[in-house]
């Protein structure tokens, strides 16, 4: 009997902590489970956002080829950059990507090198702008939001995002410990019963990914670790952070400028040379450092498809005479490969197309458990306060505020998603500052959304809102055809595969969410069960059918 107290001790503890972990984040954790599952597929959300791209989606070139012309268009726009990076088409990425930092000027000072970052698309076949190609952070936007955030600096959002999945790791560590009997109830499901129907929904989705929810929070601190616990890295290399950074991930080291030039040696002899080390292997990024210059360095990266590195080998050639200067990355540590393989899990750049499918549809039903679990958690103190709100008309505050920011987050994130997708579309492709007007307009469906939520977070503007997320998602595909020739009608007889892949998954989510919002408007509760609750907690007793203490959460039956 001492030992069953003890386990209902712990059990009640674990109850407790699960849901106050869970909850003081739970906005946050949506944000991130919602962009990093979009981060799975974010090179074929960035081709649909650039439809000028859909037409050489069958184009295949040589890397040769591709550098080439790369090389070409760089000499003739920046031939006096700081540096280059091309990064060459492949499956995934039709296009030649160019990035190169130009040099500074008066007006630069006091910003950071992004300020002066300019980037180009170009068509692989012709080594041309593509005509007409619109400006936008596609996939990449979504990627960077679920740990950078916005709107602030990059190393708080860091640590507002780790501080968060810490929590995630104890709620799902402590939900596991508190439900004794998790597999049995995952094959259970009770309609229409209120409390219980969202707490056997919540261990249903969280059950269904247990595994991937537990990598996915762990690799995730993994990935910032010596964000976190720096004092080793301070301690070996006094404070250098570059110098850190360059040898774990066998980069090649910055180089300062010559005060003479030279002009690049062929880059084919690199490629070749780079391609026999490597067995064949395709490059995947050429960063050429003060090119033009004597002391230019080219690194060359291998292209790892299905390696779980996130950092590939590269190797390092003299600018001006091709001369190789170092192999990098070939060999590399224990420990190093300990953490590439746990960050190469979370990005899942290895994935093939059913395992990359895998993950996303985990990545929703995490989205899912901590949506059900903020829902849950309102629906359970409603309930609490019965008595109260009955006989004062008043929401207490804390609990309004919570069902305010479930309503803005839950219903409001998917309707920004879907007005970034629509921005892409309906702005004017040369408009000036595009990829940012675009980001504002995600932020303003929003900011709109959460305002509404705050004013009316009732059960009407759930469905409200709903229905205008479904509206919108299921819309993407008729915007599409509206748009471009390559619509649903094309696409899904001759393709591009990438295309009608993305209109049918957001059309599957507009109908998920028509869904929702279709049995959050038809439930309405009977007159007769409604009175006799009231009558019941007027007297002061409990709402007939309420149990207490199922894996220490208090459910109606």
């Known amino acids: 009997m001492t030992e069953l107290r003890k386990d209902q001790g712990l059990r009640q503890a674990m109850a407790w902590l699960h849901t106050w972990s869970g909850l003081l ?62 990064t060459l088409p492949d499956d995934r990425n039709p296009a030649i990507s ?4 130009r040099q500074p000027t008066p007006e630069d000072k006091g910003k950071n090198n992004r300020a002066r970052l300019e980037t180009r698309t ?12 619109r400006q936008t952070r596609g996939g990449e936007f979504l990627y960077r939001l679920h740990f950078d955030l916005h709107y602030m600096p990059a190393l708080w959002a860091r640590w507002i995002i780790g501080f968060c999945t810490m929590f995630m790791l104890v709620a799902i560590v402590s939900g596991v410990i508190m439900h004794r009997r998790i597999f049995v109830d995952f094959f259970t499901f009770r309609r229409k019963k209120g409390q219980r129907s969202w707490l056997d929904a919540h261990n249903a989705v969280a059950v269904l990914a247990l595994p991937f929810h537990l990598m996915i929070t762990y690799t995730g601190l993994v990935t910032l670790m010596f964000m976190y616990m720096p004092w080793g890295i301070d301690a070996v290399y006094k404070g250098d952070n570059q110098a850190f950074n360059t040898e774990l991930a066998a980069r090649a080291p910055r180089v300062k400028p010559s005060k003479e030039s030279a002009p690049l040696a062929p880059i084919a ?33 291998r292209h790892d498809e299905r390696s779980m590195r996130t950092t590939p080998p590269s190797m390092v050639f003299a600018g001006p005479t091709g001369e190789l200067k170092a192999k990098l990355g070939d060999e590399i540590s224990g420990p190093s490969a300990t953490r590439f393989t746990m960050v190469g899990l979370h990005v899942a750049h290895f994935a093939p197309p059913l395992l990359r499918a895998l993950f996303f549809l985990s990545g929703i039903a995490g989205a899912l458990m901590v949506a059900t679990g903020a829902v849950l958690w309102g629906v359970k103190t409603r309930q609490h306060h019965a008595r109260r709100i009955a006989a004062t ?12 920011l479930n309503l803005g987050a839950i219903a409001g994130l998917p309707i920004a998603m879907a007005a970034y997708f629509w921005a892409n579309r309906l702005l004017p492709v040369d408009l000036a500052q595009r990829q940012g007007v675009e980001v504002q307009a995600f932020f303003a469906a929003w900011a709109v959304a959460a305002v509404l939520a705050q004013i009316r ?15 919108l998602f299921a819309g993407l595909p008729v915007l599409n055809a509206l748009t471009t020739a390559t619509h649903l009608g094309v696409t899904l007889v001759h ?40 009558k019941a907690t007027a007297k002061g007793a409990r709402p007939a059918g309420a149990v207490r203490n199922v894996n220490g959460i208090e459910v109606s039956q």
Request: proline share 6%.
């Open 269 to 301: 002899p690199m490629i070749a040379q780079a391609k026999a080390h490597w067995n064949g292997s395709g490059i995947e990024r050429i960063t050429v450092e003060q090119p033009n210059n004597a002391g230019a360095t080219v690194a060359l990266t």
């Open 457 to 471: 977070p009732t059960r009407g503007m759930w469905a409200v809102q709903l229905w205008v997320g479904a509206a």
């Open 393 to 404: 008309g008043r929401t207490p505050f804390g609990l309004r505020l919570v069902e305010a």
């Open 98 to 101: 160019l990035f190169w930092l």
């Open 495 to 534: 393709g591009p595969a990438v295309v009608a892949g993305f209109d049918l998954t957001v059309l599957a989510l507009g109908i998920g969410l028509g869904s929702a919002a279709w049995m959050v408007g038809r439930r309405k509760p009977a007159p007769k069960a409604a009175a006799k609750g009231a």
């Open 25 to 86: 984040v739970c906005w946050f954790l949506f944000l991130v489970f919602c962009g990093g599952t979009a981060s799975y597929y974010k090179d074929e959300i960035t081709i649909w956002m650039k439809p000028e791209l859909h037409a050489s989606l069958t184009t295949r070139v040589s890397d040769v080829d591709a550098a080439q012309r790369a090389y070409s268009f760089l000499q003739r726009e920046a031939p006096n950059a700081e540096r280059w990076f091309i």
């Open 122 to 133: 170009l068509d692989a076949a012709t080594g041309e702008p593509i005509p007409g190609a």
